[in-house]
């Protein structure tokens, strides 16, 4: 074996190694795995769950614990609300997005920001699943005993400015997302964790206006 | 015309009003606890604020976090509520360093105001710069006045509490920017508003943890 081939194996399978996060092995029917996901999803019309969200400041060796309420509701319905240490909330209804902030309502029209177009995308297509389809990630699936880890890669330049990995935790059991992890450049990183997870409740619609 | 003298009128009263603010105060002597001590101080804590930053109409809203890294080095990070970095600022000594910032905030003078905003409350080498001391009329409140040549700070501390309650930073004695830092618990305030008088700038820093 020459020099070249030599160096050719060793980085392909340094790649591939440091491609599995520890504990994971690659799934190897990601087909059926897409599947099932996307079977399991249609069966959900709402969800209501607590959640729990940290951000890791390497610099500074810190985290930012907030924790709050999330209700969703088919279509389009979203209310993501902060209880702890602050109150703020933002709720989607289709095509419109109101933010509740120190008692201050204010209304947005989704479609006339980009920045809320994006939010309100990546909101729901994290609940629902279909960010495995979103052209604008490269999934790479993994699994252990209890979960299925599925990481997204941005390809967009922009996204990828502010966003280096999106990782999905999702249950076998019943393939719920429990966890998500937002990984920057720097490696500084956002985990959102889901707890007391109820599906298919009864959720009135008056949920997702705010006043 | 009419409207136009009383106008005139009005403008100049209301600059001879600010350029006169400072004249009734009474000179007092400088002691060394006249020097205004940091907010922050020497403990290498960190500080969570719910903060608000209205410019121009438009507003940010988010997380701002503060931790002393070594003395005098301090860092600085903005992030939405939902986690998204903002802004990420560091000053060491006199040294200010922009590790990040998004495409949104990356605007000189704005960049450039929140700075030098957060430097005032900071204080980095404060002693390093003259300082004389004054008491207002109603002897209510110890006032410090930092020379920093271009423009002027005024401390104000609460006689009997001892807090610092105001900042006033003026340009030939004509407000330009006022700190109001007030709801103290252990000696920290739980509200800090920084109000521009030239701008349309406002910033809300709301304590959540320390």
């Given at each position: 074996?020459?020099?070249?081939?030599?160096?050719?194996?060793?980085?392909?399978?340094?790649?591939?190694?440091?491609?599995?996060?520890?504990?994971?092995?690659?799934?190897?029917?990601?087909?059926?795995?897409?599947?099932?996901?996307?079977?399991?999803?249609?069966?959900?019309?709402?969800?209501?769950s607590d959640f729990t969200q940290e951000k890791y400041l390497s610099v500074m060796s810190e985290k930012i614990i907030t924790k709050g309420h999330f209700l969703f509701k088919k279509v389009n319905m979203l209310r993501w609300e902060y209880t702890?240490?602050?109150?703020?909330?933002?709720?989607?209804?289709?095509?419109?997005?109101?933010?509740?902030?120190?008692?201050?309502?204010?209304?947005?029209?989704?479609?006339?920001?980009?920045?809320?177009?994006?939010?309100?995308?990546?909101?729901?297509?994290?609940?629902?699943?279909?960010?495995?389809?979103?052209?604008?990630?490269?999934?790479?699936?993994?699994?252990?005993?209890?979960l299925y880890l599925i990481e997204l890669t941005p390809l967009q330049k922009g996204a990828k400015d502010f966003l280096k990995v999106i990782q999905l935790y999702v249950q076998k059991t019943d393939y719920a997302v429990v966890k998500v992890k937002?990984?920057?450049?720097?490696?500084?990183?956002?985990?959102?964790?889901?707890?007391?997870?109820?599906?298919?409740?009864?959720?009135?619609?008056?949920?997702?206006?705010?006043? | 015309?009419?409207?136009?003298?009383?106008?005139?009128?009005?403008?100049?009263?209301?600059?001879?009003?600010?350029?006169?603010?400072?004249?009734?105060?009474?000179?007092?002597?400088?002691?060394?606890?006249?020097?205004?001590?940091?907010?922050?101080?020497?403990?290498?804590?960190?500080?969570?604020?719910?903060?608000?930053?209205?410019?121009?109409?438009?507003?940010?809203?988010?997380?701002?976090?503060?931790?002393?890294?070594?003395?005098?080095?301090?860092?600085?990070?903005?992030?939405?509520?939902?986690?998204?970095?903002?802004?990420?600022?560091?000053?060491?000594?006199?040294?200010?360093?922009?590790?990040?910032?998004?495409?949104?905030?990356?605007?000189?003078?704005?960049?450039?105001?929140?700075?030098?905003?957060?430097?005032?409350?900071?204080?980095?080498?404060?002693?390093?710069?003259?300082?004389?001391?004054?008491?207002?009329?109603?002897?209510?409140?110890?006032?410090?006045?930092?020379?920093?040549?271009?423009?002027?700070?005024?401390?104000?501390?609460?006689?009997?509490?001892?807090?610092?309650?105001?900042?006033?930073?003026?340009?030939?004695?004509?407000?330009?920017?006022?700190?109001?830092?007030?709801?103290?618990?252990?000696?920290?305030?739980?509200?800090?508003?920084?109000?521009?008088?030239?701008?349309?700038?406002?910033?809300?820093?709301?304590?959540?943890?320390?």
């Open positions: 074996m020459n020099k070249f081939t030599t160096l050719f194996f060793s980085l392909l399978f340094s790649s591939i190694f440091a491609q599995v996060p520890v504990g994971y092995k690659s799934v190897k029917e990601t087909e059926s795995f897409k599947q099932k996901m996307e079977e399991q999803s249609k069966l959900i019309n709402t969800i209501e702890e240490p602050l109150k703020y909330l933002i709720a989607i209804n289709k095509d419109k997005m109101f933010i509740k902030d120190n008692g201050k309502v204010s209304k947005y029209d989704i479609n006339s920001n980009k920045m809320f177009k994006s939010i309100n995308e990546m909101m729901m297509s994290t609940v629902n699943g279909t960010l495995l389809n979103n052209k604008d990630y490269q999934p790479n699936y993994f699994e252990n005993d209890k937002m990984i920057e450049p720097g490696d500084d990183y956002t985990t959102i964790e889901f707890t007391n997870r109820k599906t298919n409740q009864t959720i009135g619609d008056e949920k997702f206006i705010v006043k | 015309m009419k409207n136009l003298l009383l106008n005139s009128f009005i403008v100049i009263l209301l600059s001879s009003c600010s350029l006169g603010q400072y004249g009734k105060l009474k000179k007092t002597a400088s002691t060394p606890e006249s020097i205004p001590h940091s907010i922050f101080g020497e403990n290498f804590n960190s500080f969570l604020f719910k903060t608000n930053i209205r410019v121009y109409g438009k507003e940010y809203s988010g997380l701002l976090v503060t931790k002393q890294m070594e003395a005098n080095d301090y860092r600085v990070i903005f992030t939405t509520e939902l986690g998204m970095k903002l802004f990420d600022f560091q000053f060491k000594d006199t040294l200010f360093t922009l590790h990040y910032c998004v495409p949104q905030f990356n605007r000189a003078a704005l960049l450039n105001t929140i700075q030098k905003d957060i430097e005032v409350l900071l204080m980095n080498n404060i002693k390093t710069h003259p300082s004389s001391s004054y008491i207002d009329s109603k002897q209510t409140q110890n006032i410090t006045k930092i020379d920093f040549g271009k423009y002027q700070n005024y401390y104000f501390k609460n006689v009997q509490s001892k807090e610092l309650v105001k900042i006033e930073q003026a340009k030939k004695s004509r407000k330009k920017t006022t700190f109001i830092l007030s709801n103290y618990t252990d000696g920290f305030p739980n509200y800090i508003l920084i109000k521009h008088h030239d701008i349309k700038l406002k910033i809300e820093l709301n304590l959540l943890k320390k």
